[in-house]
């Protein structure tokens, strides 16, 4: 299956089929990570994407999930955080498509 790399205990698949197999195998948490208004705020100003849903939380309240969410990238781009931790992560080479 994966193996463990470096003192992180950074656990790392293969292929996308060994990936896929580990659903639902818990890795190991890491900690918590706030993802508060005030941070998806400032990951609009840095993408320069100020979609509604991410950053009016009156519209939003009416909108689809009751609240404001995360940009995808935003969400895409923790695992950088998740993986500089000292949890472990799970980590694979892959192309990750993003299509809006």
Partial sequence: MST???HR???EFSDLAEFTAAD???LGPTDWLLVDQARIDQFAHATDDHQWIHVDPERAANGPY???IAHGLMT???T???E???KPAAVIES???YVA
Avoid: A, K, M, P
């Fill in 4 to 6: 463990q790399s470096d």
């Fill in 9 to 11: 205990s950074l656990t």
């Fill in 24 to 26: 639902g195998t818990e």
């Fill in 66 to 68: 009751g609240s404001t």
């Fill in 76 to 78: 895409l781009s923790t």
């Fill in 80 to 82: 950088i955080e998740v």
């Fill in 84 to 86: 500089g931790s000292d």
């Fill in 95 to 97: 192309v990750v498509r």
